[in-house]
């Protein structure tokens, strides 16, 4: 994912990524930001478009958080949703992982056997390592 799209997401600022497919996923997603680094002006539009604060440098080339994806709709009260397709995020963490060249879609990641997961995923995570790994 792009930044300063991920940032967003993984900092509970963007409840709905849009995207053109229906997304039949439910659970946590480990959010890796890609290795595009943004333009500023791009990054200043969006601040002012979304009234938030964005940082002066981001993570790029590795996983910076987790989400849990509860929903895919097409209709979405959020100022963040275009769609056609809105994939609903919730309980966003903060978190950085490992370093790696991401890909398109959904895929599992590669987690080293010793990363140590956020507290505040481990309900997403009891009996389900073997998801993220």
Aim: charge should be neutral; glycine fraction near 10%.
């Amino acid at each position: 994912m792009k930044q300063p799209y991920a940032w967003a997401i993984v900092n509970g600022f963007k409840p709905v990524e849009n995207r053109p497919r229906v997304g039949h996923h439910r659970g946590l997603l480990a959010i890796h930001a890609g290795k595009y680094i943004p333009y500023q002006a791009d990054c200043d539009a969006l601040a002012e478009k979304h009234g938030i604060t964005l940082p002066d440098d981001y993570e790029v080339g590795r996983i910076i958080g987790f989400v849990n994806m509860v929903d895919c709709v097409t209709k979405h009260k959020s100022r963040w949703f275009s769609g056609p397709y809105g994939y609903v995020l919730e309980d966003a963490v903060p978190c950085l992982g490992p370093a790696f060249s991401g890909q398109l879609g959904f895929y599992r990641t590669p987690f080293p056997d010793d990363f140590e997961y956020p507290l505040a995923i481990e309900k997403f995570i009891v009996g389900q390592t073997q998801l993220l790994r």
